[in-house]
């Protein structure tokens, strides 16, 4: 490979599965794919495909992006999970690029939005805290871009992360849906 660090950046946030390899700042390789399910199963090879269209191998990378969110809960989880433990496993860093980092750094004038179920979207409220509002609330919404631009600016915002910054973690703006079970547990029997 070339004097350029390599960086992987990809996101499963949305409704997509997306990555791209950069080599500094100029894009080796990019696929995104449109899902609502299956992220899971589909990113590692995903992945893999990127690599080797942009002729590397785990080993080449120097540094891993990953979109932390806001969106959905599970699709963040399983690439935040994916980043760690490929950042561990190759000894590299891996960082935490935001939905909102990435619509600022785009330069577009405007209120970042991240879409959200039920007529809402996650916006940054006052002091830059994360907030979920109804989408009409905002008269001036930029959007999220394509999956494979966010992938490309995950990379591209990632590469320019300071090396201490602390590994990647959920963007949550709003407690998941799921509820602890109500049943009483189980009495456990000692074999005694």
């Known amino acids: 490979m070339g004097s350029e660090p390599l960086t992987l950046g990809f996101d499963t946030s949305a ?3 997306a990555a791209a390899l950069l080599s500094g700042g100029r894009v ?3 696929r995104a794919e449109e899902m609502g399910r299956g992220q899971a199963e589909r990113l590692m090879p995903l992945l893999e495909e990127v690599l080797a269209e942009g002729g590397a191998a785990w080993r ?3 540094r891993i992006g990953v979109g932390i969110g806001p969106g959905n809960f599970t699709g963040i989880r399983i690439s935040v999970a994916a980043a760690r433990g490929m950042a561990l496993s190759l000894d590299i860093s891996a960082f935490g690029i935001s939905t909102f ?3 600022r750094a785009l330069g577009e004038d405007g209120t970042p939005a991240v879409p959200a179920p039920r007529g809402m979207v996650h916006v940054l ?3 830059a805290v ?3 509002i109804p989408a009409s609330d905002v008269s001036d919404p930029v959007g999220p871009p394509p999956p494979s631009e966010m992938a490309r600016m995950i990379a591209l915002l990632a590469r320019d992360v300071p090396a201490d910054a602390p590994p990647p973690a959920p963007l949550y703006v709003r407690p998941a849906d799921a509820a602890p079970a109500r049943d009483v547990p189980p009495v456990i029997l000692d074999d005694a």
Do not use: K, N, T, Y
């Open 60 to 62: 080449d990378l120097d």
């Open 28 to 30: 080796l390789a990019a």
């Open 130 to 132: 994360p907030a979920l």
């Open 15 to 17: 409704a997509h599965c």
């Open 125 to 127: 409220g006052a002091g």
């Open 101 to 103: 980092d990435v619509i």
